[in-house]
């Protein structure tokens, strides 16, 4: 579904990514573990080309995109909730959802405004709603839902369960179990190794931008250095 192969990512003259490589497979759940300043962030963008990797590929679903403008990339498939939400704080809910709004892709779930407020009961309740009215976590629920509004094949999460409540954070473990049972391939960006041992099928720490581990989360606990060394604080 997913590959990257030899990024290497640039914010000015600093070296963020260096030879960066990984792969996801369809249906698969991966979570890209590492600390703050680790370069999870800057992967996200580098696959949606909102950062240009200098060198490397990014192919998705066999189709070289890395010289694809981000809008290219996002109408293919490619749905990315970004760690600052970026929701429309004057419009509503519905509003907000209908911003995201996308043509039906064959071969990935259609989303609906009852799928998404099934999906997320709280911004049910909350409908008619305007963004700012919203809590973080809400925030949060809505970014995703207008995110799913474009029916995406692949979906990108930066942080996910950076700075909501614990039971908001539950939630979401529940609502990316669910996208997984529906066949929806999912990267996500994480610090918190409990969250991403709940939802994920297996695990990419990076550090200094460079792939330190790829593998389950048995094969993590086997190697406790190397846990130790690039996730503990």
């Given at each position: 579904m997913l590959e990257l192969f030899d990024i290497n990512s640039f914010y000015g003259k600093a070296?963020?990514?260096?030879?960066?490589s990984f792969n996801i497979a369809h249906g698969e759940v991966v979570a890209l573990l590492g600390r703050n300043g680790a370069g999870k962030t800057t992967t996200m963008k580098s696959i949606m080309q909102m950062v240009r990797?200098?060198?490397g590929s990014v192919t998705f679903a066999g189709q070289d995109i890395s010289k694809w403008p981000t809008h290219k990339i996002a109408k293919s498939g490619i749905g990315y909730v970004p760690e600052e939400r970026r929701i429309f704080s004057d419009l509503t809910i519905v509003e907000n959802l209908e911003v995201g709004r996308q043509s039906p892709r064959e071969g990935v779930p259609t989303w609906s405004f009852d799928d998404l407020f099934d999906l997320f009961p709280n911004l049910a309740e909350r409908r008619n709603n305007r963004g700012r009215a919203l809590s973080g976590g809400e925030q949060q629920m809505l970014t995703i839902a207008r995110t799913l509004?474009?029916?995406p094949s692949l979906l990108l999460l930066d942080e996910p369960s950076e700075g909501i409540a614990p039971i908001i954070v539950e939630q979401m473990a529940k609502t990316i179990l669910e996208?997984?049972?529906q066949g929806l391939t999912v990267l996500i960006s994480e610090q918190n190794l409990h969250f991403a041992r709940i939802v994920a099928d297996r695990a990419v720490i990076i550090e200094s931008g460079t792939n330190r581990f790829d593998g389950n989360f048995a094969d993590l606990d086997s190697d406790p250095e190397t846990r130790d060394a690039y996730l503990s604080v």
């Open positions: 070296h963020i990514l260096n030879d960066l990797p200098a060198t509004m474009g029916n996208l997984k049972s």
